[in-house]
């Protein structure tokens, strides 16, 4: 049977697909089933039931998925206008494959160390007697120390910038690095300026990275429990904080009522990125 | 004083102009200084007789020597880097069968990505807890290894597969039907004008799963059965009511130290000797 | 209708052909599969608090060795492991915060002491025998004390606030001159009875304080919401370096937090003390348990060990490491003397027994991580760190 060398036999991502389904969907769909039974007493009662979300919103609980969606989108955003730039240069500014090489491992060096160790650090800079509120107070720009530096969300968007920012370049650099040299060159012989050739080649071009690099910035974010933790004190509760507070408790209907509520506002907002990404990657070619 | 020169081309190519490159480096440069600022600090504690005290000094190789002393670290080194091997060389072959498919499928395309991606949108705890009651309380089956290196494929293998289907996307099918004509048959093809196209994606995927893998906690914790890996040993240090962290210190700076000169190595190799 | 009710981590044995392909082989890694067979060896799954930083004097007393596997103190978690990961097949002996016994122990998951099998059991005090943590609600048992204390809070010593001396939980709560300079354990467990039980002092209408009622839940935590929006607390402490973090470089000058911490940063010869309490404190205590597989062999050495544990040789060391209580204090000076131990650390076991004997005697709760309401009381927490 004549197949097109285009072709690819079914079989060979099917199997994978259906792994994957059995692995990892089905204990996903799994958690929509949780979500609407109740528990009593550390059991579960098999009985349907809207009381799960009906205690995501009493208790105050749904605010979480809000200021969590907003920190997360403050440093994606903060990570956009870092990364871009740099994965830029870095892909088509610099000839040097030394200085390109050692850049791409100081981005990768960061993942071998624990996030807390590398995270508890800035504790001792911003804290009220840390470096910063002793020069501020030695020049004195202030009278009081600053408690809004640390354990606050000012200090989780901070600590958060650096852990996230080789997430944002990485598919940034790849997707840059694919642009032709002579798709630049041709844009410029046909008289068109920096500025024009970037919004108008390079971002078009560039967007399946920066659509991969927000996923892998915002998404991973919204689930991380160590930079809140450490450098909100208590002060900033996200979505971690409060399904683990749950988790102890075994109250796994609520936890997954509030992970659906979550996986919910998530699913639609990826939809809508990949979607414009799409639309503008085929407007600009 | 800038440096302009006269130049015969009013318009310069974009990369070679100045004020790009000057913006990229330097906000590189403030990127890499938030995240390699706190790792220094680690370092210069690490050597210093009290390591809690927020002040460097007086410094002192003590902790090293006790870090080696105290073997308890290795058994868990050992299995956070098995795991996250296999989880590389797993999402690596994974990706590449799925991420060279999606762009060439005709119906489908958007579901079958979004299926992929959705398990890295649930938060690491109820991942965690949900693949524990399926395994554990559905299934009957005992955790460990095996449960371990599942729930990291799960959380990795999203991301290398978003690497591969990056170069997927741009890859030319018509190179293959082009091959096709000068007689090259469908592994010849695979191997010789697919493969080096998506080469950079899958390595990249590969060692993005093995990162990911290598660093995992809120997974773990459930889905470990008695097996312990590196960053739960260190979690469970840090939990103790008397203070470890001396150990975690120096432990660190040597994983540090081992990574930095592994990854240099891969790097190199990889990436800056081919594209100059 | 009619509800039916069913044990959340039931094992369903319809699936069990399932587990064929996740055997026991497969569930440790390959160079470490020898644990399992060993013998003259104890296993330990144990919270990270009653770890030492060697067993030493365990192998040399005991002839046996020991493997500690460390868990963090958390209820969910223990009730996973033991239930659902059947952590009884792997472990001879279970070392957890108290009071899991009332669940565990009645579903049974636990095996009921033997008082016969340990020589030092008849040394350990009545009172400490009986606690609440110990026993099942039917008064069976289950577990024998391992390490237990009064907890309070740490502050850095002023005038307002001299060591020693009798202090109200109000300097937490309500402290008008300290707005902004206290720090909170970040847990409904502790934080709320404490508040319950300064309210209770002041004359509100708190029965138990570690097992409250939805409405005293909701009262004890409208009083700590005024208190936060009046913003009296700095922050909120996970673990305990943390909290040593936090106190230390006085981002809090007053901290709600485990003995052990003020002991350490008094080492670094920081000026803190450990408060004394006017309405009581939050007791707790970590036992062992026995889990209801281990049999024969193995329940001998587990007895041998939970003997050990109530011995002198790990409670000297407690003592003088994090100033926690063990069961026999007696025992513990005789080792210190019998090893030649200097003044400063007989000292430490000393002043130990003595704190011991006045914390112990106050009105107070012991802390409960399975109150009957505790889905509302964990719901209430959420409502408080929202605010």
């Given at each position: 049977m004549f197949r097109p060398p285009t072709h690819v036999a079914p079989a060979s991502y099917m199997s994978f697909v259906l792994i994957w389904g059995l692995v990892a969907l089905l204990p996903t769909a799994g958690l929509l089933l949780w979500s609407t039974l109740t528990m009593e007493n550390f059991q579960i009662v098999w009985e349907p039931s809207l009381q799960a979300y009906r205690d995501v919103l009493s208790s105050g609980r749904w605010q979480v998925t809000i200021r969590t969606l907003e920190i997360a989108a403050i440093v994606t955003l903060i990570e956009i206008l870092l990364a871009v730039p740099f994965a830029l240069w870095l892909a088509k500014g610099t000839k040097s494959a030394g200085v390109r090489t050692v850049s791409l491992a100081l981005l990768t060096i960061p993942f071998f160390l624990s996030l807390s160790s590398r995270t508890i650090v800035w504790r001792g800079v911003l804290g009220l007697n840390g470096p910063i509120n002793a020069a501020l107070l030695q020049l004195g720009i202030i009278q009081e120390p600053l408690d809004w530096l640390l354990f606050s969300q000012f200090s989780v968007i901070l600590g958060l910038i650096g852990p996230y920012f080789p997430t944002m370049v990485f598919p940034l650099y790849l997707a840059f690095m694919l642009i032709d040299d002579e798709v630049l060159a041709a844009s410029k012989d046909l008289g068109a300026s920096p500025a024009f050739t970037f919004w108008n080649v390079i971002v078009p071009l560039g967007l399946p990275g920066l659509g991969a690099g927000i996923v892998f910035t915002f998404v991973p974010m919204i689930g991380d429990p160590v930079v809140p933790e450490l450098l909100g004190g208590g002060n900033v509760v996200v979505l971690s904080a409060s399904v683990q507070s749950l988790l102890r408790i075994l109250n796994y209907t609520v936890a997954s009522a509030l992970s659906v509520l979550m996986l919910v506002i998530l699913v639609a907002m990826i939809s809508l990125v990949a979607a414009i990404t799409a639309r503008f990657a085929k407007g600009g070619l | 004083m800038s440096n302009r020169q006269p130049t015969i081309n009013p318009i310069p190519h974009w990369s070679e102009k100045h004020g790009w490159r000057r913006l990229g480096a330097v906000t590189g440069f403030i990127a890499l200084s938030f995240i390699f600022a706190p790792i220094l600090w680690l370092v210069v504690m690490s050597v210093s007789e009290d390591p809690l005290s927020g002040f460097p000094g007086p410094f002192t190789l003590t902790y090293y020597g006790q870090l080696l002393e105290q073997t308890g670290w290795v058994d868990p080194l050992l299995n956070s880097v098995a795991i996250a091997l296999g989880v590389a060389v797993v999402s690596m072959i994974a990706s590449t069968l799925i991420g060279r498919a999606i762009p060439r499928i005709r119906r489908g395309q958007f579901t079958l990505t979004g299926v992929m991606l959705l398990p890295m949108m649930i938060p690491g705890v109820v991942i965690g807890t949900a693949l524990f009651l399926y395994f554990r309380v559905g299934l009957d089956m005992k955790l460990g290894l095996w449960s371990l290196f599942l729930g990291h494929l799960i959380w990795a293998f999203p991301f290398s597969f978003l690497s591969v289907l990056i170069v997927a996307l741009r890859f030319d099918v018509r190179l293959l039907d082009a091959a096709a004509d000068l007689g090259s048959g469908p592994l010849e093809r695979f191997w010789r004008v697919e493969l080096p196209q998506l080469k950079d994606g899958i390595i990249s995927g590969g060692l993005f799963a093995f990162l990911l893998s290598f660093n995992e906690i809120a997974r773990s914790i459930y889905l470990r059965g008695k097996t312990e890996t590196l960053p739960i040993y260190l979690w469970q240090q840090a939990a103790?009511?008397?203070?470890?962290v001396p150990l975690i210190y120096p432990l660190n700076v040597l994983i540090l130290i081992v990574s930095s000169a592994l990854v240099a190595l891969a790097f190199w190799v990889l990436f800056g000797r081919t594209k100059t | 209708m009619k509800k039916s009710s069913s044990s959340l981590l039931t094992r369903r044995s319809v699936l069990r052909a399932g587990a064929a392909l996740g055997g026991a082989a497969l569930a440790s890694p390959f160079y470490a599969r020898n644990a399992f067979a060993a013998t003259g060896k104890v296993r330990v799954l144990g919270v990270t608090t009653v770890a030492l930083p060697a067993w030493d004097g365990f192998m040399a007393d005991t002839g046996l060795e020991i493997e500690f596997v460390p868990i963090e103190s958390n209820p969910g978690l223990y009730v996973q492991e033991v239930i659902a990961n059947e952590a009884g097949d792997d472990f001879d002996l279970f070392i957890f915060d108290g009071g899991i016994e009332d669940r565990l122990g009645a579903s049974g998951h636990f095996q009921a002491l033997d008082p016969a099998a340990m020589k030092m059991w008849d040394k350990v005090s009545a009172d400490v025998k009986a606690s609440p943590l110990l026993q099942g609600p039917d008064g069976t048992q289950y577990g024998a004390p391992i390490v237990f204390n009064a907890d309070s809070f740490g502050y850095w010593v002023s005038d307002d606030m001299p060591a020693g001396e009798d202090l109200s939980w109000g300097m937490v709560f309500e402290n008008e001159a300290m707005l902004g300079k206290v720090a909170l354990e970040d847990?409904?467990?502790t934080t709320m009875p404490n508040a319950a039980l300064y309210l209770k002092g002041k004359g509100a209408a708190i029965g138990d304080p570690s097992n409250m009622t939805p409405e005293e839940a909701k009262m004890v935590v409208d009083f700590l919401i005024e208190r936060k929006k009046a913003g009296q607390f700095r922050a909120f402490w996970h673990s305990y370096e943390e909290s040593v973090d936090m106190l230390g470089n006085q981002e809090a000058m007053i901290e709600e937090c485990w003995e052990p911490v003020v002991k350490q940063l008094q080492r670094e010869g920081k000026d803190v003390a450990y408060a004394n309490c006017s309405e009581g404190y939050s007791k707790w205590m970590i036992g062992a348990y026995l889990p209801?597989?281990?049999?024969d062999e193995r329940l001998a050495r587990a007895y041998t060990a939970i003997d050990w544990f109530l011995g002198g040789d790990y409670g000297a060391q407690i003592a003088v490491n994090q100033g926690y209580a063990t069961a026999n204090p007696e025992a513990s000076l005789q080792f210190a003397a019998d090893n030649g131990w200097d003044a400063e650390q007989t000292a430490a076991i000393e002043d130990n027994m003595a704190k011991v004997e006045r914390k112990m005697a106050l009105p107070d709760y012991w802390q409960n991580a399975s109150p009957d309401h505790v889905d509302v009381i964990e719901s209430e927490w959420a409502r408080f760190k929202q605010a």
């Open positions: - | 103790s009511h008397s203070s470890h | 847990t409904w467990l209801s597989q281990a049999e």
